[in-house]
């Protein structure tokens, strides 16, 4: 069987934007960027077995300003992650498709990944 | 049991999902507190028993999990099969060996 002429999910250069959309697309966005963060951790992890001279170069970039943003990307990137696949699971269970509500989630998911962002920064720096 | 290839990667999807949720905000809350802490801190954080085994629970739920992700985004977005099972091969053995490495090198940090 000749698979060529499967049609492919629609491009995003020719959607057009609703939140909807919006935060499907970041959905997949941030599990990419996760992924760029699992990835980080690992070399992380690897840089301590390398040695305190190696660890010393992460630790040179990860104590300057975009290491800190870095660490606000990642914990944000996992917030939304977190809170729009929630909503997935809502989704499978047959609940929340009409367009009203549909809308209402995704503000919320978009307004919640930030505080939750800032919740975990301050509960980390602060009580761990 | 489900036979269906398909309807077990979506529901592994979301069980892996679920399961990956406390490792996960565990491991970022320790990472803010210890990212920009000298490497003896470090290291007395990932010697702990349990961080390893938080961190082996992250790393294997987390790993399967973008693998799933991973594969369905090349499916939407490469049209020509080869390259699309060449990278899906390449990705699913990555996703094995990266977390298969950097555990047995935590192991072996923390001994």
Known sequence: MKNSDNPLSP??????????????????????L?????LFFCFWIISMFLGENFYQIIYTFLDSFFGKFLILGITWSFSFHFLSGIRHLVWDFGYGYDLKKSNIASILIILFSFILTIL????????? | MIKNNATKKWLMQRLSGL???????????????IYNKTYLEVLIFFSNPISIFLIFLLLIFGFYHLSIGLNQIFEDYISNEKIKNVTNIISRFLSIIIPLVTLFLLIQISL
């Open chain 2, 19 to 33: 399961f990956l949720v406390p490792p996960m905000i565990w491991f970022l809350l320790n990472i803010i507190s």
């Open chain 1, 120 to 128: 975990l920064y301050l509960i980390g720096k602060h009580f761990i």
């Open chain 1, 34 to 38: 996760n992924t760029a963060g699992l």
């Open chain 1, 11 to 32: 491009h995003l250069q020719i959607y057009k934007w609703q939140l909807s959309s919006l935060v499907s697309i970041f959905h997949r966005i941030t599990g990419i």
